[in-house]
């Protein structure tokens, strides 16, 4: 039987099936061909020699930058790549749900809390130390990676202050490794006093939670406020003592009573002098009438008093004064100077700052974003409140998009219905949450 020959299509040339293995092929190499194959394999060498590098945002290479100059030495931006900037942050929190910000320990332990964008340290009004709660958010993070594959992402948000963030950034800077599972965004809760025609007060004072700023810009701003409140607290003293010299009222006495940070002092601080003064002199009034040391009987009855309890009302109920000794209007006086006010129509702030501050400190900052720090307290200082906030909105010029819809800690007397009603006005905002956590422990499972 004559066996045809069977053309191969890759190459023109005749073979039969009974002949063993097909001749090899004979391949013609143009010298392009060898050129290209060349600067392939010159890449392909270069990419295992050199390995892309990280690329950190202009933000971060900032806060590098400004973290060098805090510490006296040089900070490599890839150091600080857990650092989210603006556009990252927005674009996580929008993947968020309420569940990923409830802030329980049932909740802790089965790894549905994987956000937190307020929270407290010791440097302001918090218990625990940066450091500790770095250790903690580093451990948590470790495990719901490995669990979920699901970063932890966060912020620091002190009181009017930044010094946290700055401790942070470099306590991350020198382990980034131990951060990798995180995802950390620079914070602050800022304070701004307005027009209040709900309360009993003429002004109160509110707060926006702010991201993506720079702590080693904002700092100026926050050494400034701080500031205005330690003079405040030294004038509103002096006035009190020549007014009624009888009296020994002392600063030191009065960061004591009411563990007060003088490092950070708060927003309201003339309440505080207030409280102070006005229960200093009261117990003043009492020894003198019992005929003993005014100075020993005031720190005994502070020492045996709750904190939030030290003030003359209490003391006149539980029947540790005379119920005719009052408050004097000549302590009210000066409490009412200093604090927030209105002259006319017009806000007069000694000691701190309004809502136009706020907006004109971060006006053409395209990295920094806003929110509302838990609406309901501010919405129930008004009548209107969905027109109020929205008009708050709109004077930001475009800086609140955010709103801390699932803020996990508002007292229990609080009407959770009012709460969402607050939200409902907002519902155009992006939705966030924070444990607003202010204790010695943070990760409780």
């Given at each position: 039987m004559k066996v045809m020959p069977v053309q191969n299509p890759y190459k023109h040339s005749v073979y039969s099936p009974n002949s063993g293995s097909a001749p090899a092929k004979k391949r013609v190499v143009s010298p392009a061909n060898i050129l290209v194959g060349g600067l392939i394999s010159a890449l392909a060498i270069h990419k295992v020699t050199h390995p892309a590098q990280k690329v950190c945002s202009e933000y971060v290479k900032s806060l590098a930058s400004g973290l060098s100059e805090m510490a006296g030495k040089k900070i490599n931006p890839l150091s600080l790549s857990c650092v989210m900037n603006k556009e990252e942050f927005v674009n996580q929190i929008l993947k968020l749900?309420?569940?990923n910000y409830t802030y329980t320990p049932e909740n802790i332990k089965n790894f549905g809390f994987q956000a937190d964008f307020h929270m407290h340290t010791n440097y302001t009004d918090g218990?625990?130390?940066?450091?500790?709660l770095l250790n903690e958010i580093s451990e948590y993070s470790n495990k719901l990676f490995s669990r979920t594959g699901q970063k932890?992402?966060?912020?620091?948000t002190d009181h009017d202050s930044v010094k946290a963030v700055k401790e942070a950034l470099l306590i991350i800077a020198e382990n980034p490794e131990k951060f990798k599972n995180v995802r950390f965004i620079p914070g602050a809760e800022l304070s701004f006093s307005h027009k209040a025609p709900?309360?009993?007060?003429?002004?109160?004072?509110?707060?926006?939670l702010a991201y993506g700023f720079d702590p080693f810009k904002l700092d100026k701003y926050c050494d400034s406020l701080q500031l205005k409140r330690s003079n405040t607290i030294d004038n509103m003293l002096g006035e009190i003592?020549?007014?009624?010299?009888?009296?020994?009222?002392?600063?030191?006495?009065?960061?004591?009573t009411y563990n007060l940070n003088p490092d950070c002092l708060m927003m309201n601080s003339q309440w505080a002098v207030n409280h102070y003064a006005q229960t200093k002199h009261a117990i003043t009034i009492q020894a003198s009438r019992q005929g003993v040391d005014p100075e020993r009987m005031y720190t005994d009855i502070m020492k045996n008093i709750d904190i939030k309890n030290r003030n003359i009302w209490y003391l006149k109920n539980n029947n540790i004064l005379d119920k005719d000794i009052d408050e004097t209007n000549i302590i009210s006086n000066v409490r009412k100077k200093y604090e927030p006010h209105l002259e006319g129509n017009k806000l007069v702030l000694t000691n701190e700052s309004s809502f136009d501050n706020l907006i004109d400190l971060f006006k053409g900052n395209s990295n920094v974003v806003l929110s509302f720090a838990h609406p309901y307290f501010t919405a129930m200082k008004f009548y209107n409140p969905s027109k109020a906030l929205n008009s708050f909105v709109y004077k930001s010029n475009g800086l609140i998009?955010?709103?801390e819809a699932y803020h996990q800690a508002y007292p229990a007397d609080v009407s959770m219905v009012k709460v969402m009603e607050t939200n409902d006005y907002l519902k155009h905002l992006i939705k966030i949450g924070g444990s607003d956590n202010h204790k010695s422990k943070y990760i409780e499972g």
């Open positions: 749900k309420k569940n218990k625990i130390s940066v450091k500790e932890f992402i966060f912020s620091i709900k309360s009993s007060n003429p002004c109160e004072i509110s707060e926006v003592k020549k007014a009624l010299p009888l009296t020994n009222f002392n600063r030191d006495e009065l960061i004591r998009q955010i709103s």
